[in-house]
C-alpha cells in the first residue's frame, strides 16, 4: 500500500515562507519522480515542482525562483520550501507520485497566504 502523507502548510503573510514536507512509504520511493500539485476551488489541480530520482527538478512558471524542492532518500521524504509566497499561491498543496498505472496522492496540505 503506497502512502503519501504531507505536512507543512499553514497561514503565512505575503513574502513569507513555508516548507512543506511529504513522506512516502519506503518501497515507492528512492526510484520514483515525485511531484507536487496545488488546487484551489473551482479550479483544475495544476503542477507546482517535480523532482526526479536523479534530483533534477522542474518548476511551474509561476514559481520559479521562489520554491525549491529536494528530497531526502534515506528518510523517503520530498520537500517544498516556498518562500516569497504571494496571495495567489493560496491552496491546498498535494504530493503526488505515479506507481505503475496508478496514481497516487497525500491527503493534501493546506497552504493560506494572507495579511
Known amino acids: 500500500q503506497v502512502q503519501l502523507v504531507e505536512s507543512g502548510g499553514g497561514l503565512v503573510q505575503p513574502g513569507g515562507s513555508l516548507r512543506l514536507s511529504c513522506a512516502a512509504s519506503g518501497a515507492i520511493f528512492t526510484f520514483r519522480t515525485m511531484a507536487w500539485y496545488r488546487q484551489v476551488p473551482g479550479k483544475q489541480r495544476e503542477s507546482v515542482a517535480t523532482i526526479a530520482s536523479s534530483g533534477r527538478t522542474n518548476y511551474a512558471d509561476s514559481v520559479k525562483g521562489r520554491f525549491t524542492t529536494s528530497r531526502d532518500n534515506a528518510k523517503n521524504t520530498v520537500y517544498l520550501q516556498m518562500n516569497s509566497l504571494k496571495p495567489e499561491d493560496s491552496a491546498v498543496y498535494y504530493c503526488?507520485?505515479?506507481?505503475?498505472?496508478?496514481?497516487?496522492w497525500g491527503q493534501g496540505t493546506q497552504v493560506t497566504v494572507a495579511s
Open positions: 503526488y507520485v505515479r506507481v505503475g498505472a496508478t496514481d497516487y
